[in-house]
């Protein structure tokens, strides 16, 4: 929506009462609804009343608004499916595996921030521990898992933590190996988040350029064609637990 700078996907979740607006997006929708008076007044203070989104409270102030925007859409999902080409998808990180992630990717970040993002990532697995738990499917090039992050312990670690959560019942762990040649998914990762009855796919993409969410129908086939594609080429889930175990080795 160009007169607010509002993406489409987030009007639709705050029109469909699925996310709460931050108070600068709130004011540029009012000024565009023409919202005015007692009306007006009354949402104002409505959204300063209102609660933060659970643990999100205290982070958002340190974390840019499209992550927390995928945040939010993250924990509306039924399913995710997530491709990853450098690192471990970040459901799946160790805290000490995901500090140095987020130290080399950021290294002009203060260390408050750096615990920030880890913090975040370390609170978003909790979707994995829900009564009704996010159903997620990864699909990891060998190269992630090759490159040693941090040091050989922490490595070590990460990998063993990764063949656990694989055991799962809601989570798949795939790894496209060396050996699979060129692939789809090889021009970067992505995350497709599916929401059943609740409204259509979403694709989440985080590149240099920031967080990028697609909702055409055309992209949204697109990159389900291409988790196909991936998940045909990647090991069984009992092969890629030999192969990390394996890898395990190394470290």
């Not at 996310?19 to 008076?37: E, M, S, W």
């Not at 007692?38 to 009343?49: F, T």
């Not at 050989?152 to 809601?170: K, V």
């Not at 699979?180 to 796919?201: E, Q, R, W, Y």
Request: aromatic fraction near 6%.
């Amino acid at each position: 929506m160009e007169k607010t700078n509002v993406n489409s996907v987030t009007l639709y979740r705050i029109e469909t009462a699925r996310t709460k607006p931050q108070l600068r997006t709130l004011i540029a929708l009012l000024d565009a609804y023409g919202v005015t008076g007692s009306e007006r007044v009354d949402l104002l203070a409505l959204q300063k009343e209102a609660k933060q989104r659970g643990w999100l409270h205290g982070l958002e102030a340190d974390l840019p608004d499209k992550y927390s925007t995928y945040i939010g859409l993250e924990a509306e999902a039924q399913k995710a499916i997530n491709y990853e080409s450098l690192f471990v998808p970040g459901l799946l990180q160790t805290e000490d595996y995901a500090r140095s992630v987020v130290r080399g990717v950021l290294p002009t970040a203060t260390e408050a921030e750096v615990e920030s993002f880890v913090t975040a990532r370390m609170q978003r697995q909790g979707l994995l521990e829900n009564e009704t738990p996010l159903r997620l499917w990864t699909i990891i090039d060998q190269a992630a898992l090759c490159r040693t992050v941090g040091n050989h312990a922490i490595m070590r670690d990460q990998l063993t933590h990764l063949i656990q959560q694989a055991q799962r019942p809601h989570v798949t762990v795939q790894v496209i190996p060396f050996s699979a040649g060129a692939h789809p998914g090889m021009p970067g990762s992505f995350i497709v988040l599916k929401f059943g009855t609740d409204g259509p796919d979403v694709i989440h993409i985080d590149s240099m350029a920031g967080d990028l969410f697609l909702e055409k129908e055309t992209d949204i086939q697109r990159y389900n064609q291409i988790c196909e594609h991936l998940q045909a080429v990647a090991l069984s889930p009992n092969d890629t637990t030999a192969l990390i175990a394996s890898l395990c080795k190394d470290h």
